[in-house]
């Protein structure tokens, strides 16, 4: 620990940016932790919903058992989450007020879910409902995600994390689909709204899924095109098509809402090893960096060691950077090192992390302006549907069709809606009834 007493140097400054830079990404590591758990916690609720979906619509014929089961399932993983949220706090210190906020409202949903899922037992709420409520609880948890991956300083681990963010994006997307498509299905009835939203569900998840695979690892990206070669893709696009080409109010077959669920388990699971295997990717790249930060740290504290041990003769330039007065008289005395050789050795050093830090920061821009675009257009989805009374799917599309329409980029689109007056939302709400309803 340096000693507040004594003159500031520029190696106290060197290694202190090494030590922070070790802290950074132990930080990270333990934020692993929390977006692992998080991920598990989403594919519990995302099962639960989806059986819960089907035994609401089914009037409580189908999956009752099943839902207690994921039920049972899904509360260790619960108290798992509560356990890592409350380590994190013993490390609030490096944790934004949005990361703590996003917190204490995911802590407030799984006070909520007792009563939820008493409420689904009694039947006393719809199908929809109960999509909703799961959804509401999961979009915050993805939430959180995303701020992880916000405020992550080291570029393959933000690398990681945006394309962890969207893998699980990717695969709440799915767990909508299957919650919709089954209650359709068990209900036994096309109706337009829900046919719409699986519609809208399926583009999403190729969105998000094409952003993974931009920032994944290679590995990872031909571990999804695999996944996508698998028999029970085809079997899944069948299912798709009986209900989005189905006119509304036509009769479905109430016996393929097993058949349904199953097969978007099936593809569930599937997106869900590619999860496991990218947290691990996370895990290890996490240490890789703790490794050679420290190693870093080492090699300059031997570098400043020989600095100190060999100071120059007949010369004090070296005393801009250290403080040789402080030095024993016998490690005054030993050999010296060649003239100019302490300062450019130093200076080499601080050239050398100079360019890594603009390295670093090239990588991040890019990881950035990733999760930028993001945040733009759903704060353009979600000023359409304030402004305009309408749902996401609407008001995507409204978003996806003008970018269309005028060939501009989405981001384009959706920077130019958020400086919309409010008199244009009049004619664009004339626009969408028209046009994407």
Avoid at 83 to 88: H, I, K, N, Q, T
Avoid at 414 to 419: G, N, P, Q, R, Y
Wanted: proline share 3%; with cysteine.
């Amino acid at each position: 620990m340096p000693d507040p007493a004594a003159p500031l140097s520029a190696s106290t400054l060197v290694l202190r940016a090494k030590e922070r830079e070790i802290d950074a990404v132990r930080h990270l590591a333990s934020q692993a932790d929390l977006v692992d758990v998080i991920g598990q916690l989403i594919q519990a609720l995302q099962r639960e919903r989806g059986a819960s979906s089907i035994y609401l619509a089914s009037r409580g014929q189908r999956f009752a058992d099943m839902r207690r089961t994921l039920v049972d399932e899904a509360r260790p993983v619960e108290a798992r989450l509560r356990e890592v949220v409350a380590a994190d706090l013993e490390h609030a210190q490096a944790m934004t007020a949005k990361t703590l906020s996003l917190m204490a409202w995911a802590l407030l949903g799984l006070d909520a879910m007792a009563a939820l899922r008493t409420q689904i037992e009694r039947q006393a709420m719809s199908a929809h409902d109960s999509v909703a409520a799961f959804s509401h609880l999961i979009a915050g948890l993805i939430e959180l995600v995303f701020q992880v991956a916000d405020a992550a300083q080291v570029p393959s681990v933000s690398r990681l994390l945006v394309a962890f963010l969207h893998l699980v994006q990717a695969q709440e997307e799915a767990g909508q689909e299957r919650a919709v498509g089954a209650l359709l299905y068990a209900s036994g009835q096309v109706d337009e709204a829900h046919q719409q939203r699986v519609v809208h569900l399926i583009d999403a998840q190729e969105r998000s899924l094409q952003v993974f695979a931009e920032f994944a690892d290679p590995a990872l990206r031909a571990r999804l095109e695999e996944q996508q070669l698998v028999p029970g893709v085809a079997r899944l696009e069948r299912l798709r098509r009986t209900l989005c080409t189905a006119r509304p109010a036509a009769v479905l077959d109430s016996n393929l809402s097993d058949t349904w669920f199953n097969v978007c388990t099936e593809r569930m699971d599937e997106l869900w090893l590619l999860q496991v295997a990218l947290v691990k990717r996370l895990r290890e790249d996490c240490a890789a960096r703790i490794v050679e930060a420290q190693q870093d740290l080492q090699d300059s504290r031997g570098l400043l060691r020989r600095l100190r041990d060999n100071p120059p003769p007949r010369t004090h330039a070296v005393d801009r950077f250290f403080d040789a007065a402080t030095l024993p008289e016998a490690e005054q005395q030993r050999v010296p090192l060649p003239a100019g050789a302490e300062s450019a050795s130093l200076l080499d050093l601080l050239q050398a992390q100079s360019a890594r830090m603009a390295g670093m920061e090239a990588e991040l821009d890019t990881a950035r302006r990733t999760l930028n675009e993001r945040k733009v257009i759903d704060r353009a989805k979600g000023m359409l549907m304030s402004r305009l009374g309408i749902n996401e799917d609407v008001a995507f599309r409204m978003l996806q069709k003008t970018s269309m329409d005028q060939n501009r980029r989405l981001l384009d689109v959706a920077e130019a809606t958020l400086s919309l007056p409010d008199l244009a939302f009049a004619s664009l709400a004339v626009q969408g009834d028209k046009g994407v309803r």
